[in-house]
């Protein structure tokens, strides 16, 4: 069983960066594929990035079309820790942003269906 737990939400006004963490547990954290997904309310849960362990040290980033050239993920294997780097933040960013986390790759990483594992999100508020 993998726990994850969001932080760094906040309020900030357009224009403005936040960066997000995910705090895993598992010992074998750097073979996990990890996503992040955000939900606005009234609207359904939807990809924002993703970074897919290819064996090693490598993994392969994706991002949401919305967000690329604003958003970065990155990872630090050794506090078991995924940041999501969001720059430029738009008030169209406002959502609860989820960490979610699956042990076996899939080629549909944007799909929530991909990721069994899931934090409590932190909620991210950009006023104009």
């Known amino acids: 069983q993998v726990q994850l737990v969001e932080s760094g939400g906040g309020l900030v006004q357009a224009g403005g960066s936040l960066r997000l963490a995910c705090a895993a547990s598992g010992r074998t954290f750097s073979t996990y594929h990890m996503g992040w997904f955000r939900q606005a309310p009234g609207k359904e849960r939807e990809f924002v990035a993703a970074m897919r362990w290819s064996g090693g040290s490598t993994y392969y980033e994706h991002y949401a079309d919305s967000v690329k050239g604003r958003c970065t993920m990155s990872r630090d294997n050794a506090k078991n820790t995924v940041y999501l780097q969001m720059n430029s933040l738009i008030p169209e960013d406002t959502a609860l942003y989820y960490c979610?986390?699956?042990?076996?790759?899939?080629?549909?990483?944007?799909?929530?269906?991909?990721?069994?594992?899931w934090g409590q999100g932190t909620q991210v508020t950009v006023s104009s």
């Open positions: 979610a986390a699956a042990a076996y790759g899939s080629d549909r990483y944007d799909h929530t269906s991909a990721y069994p594992y």
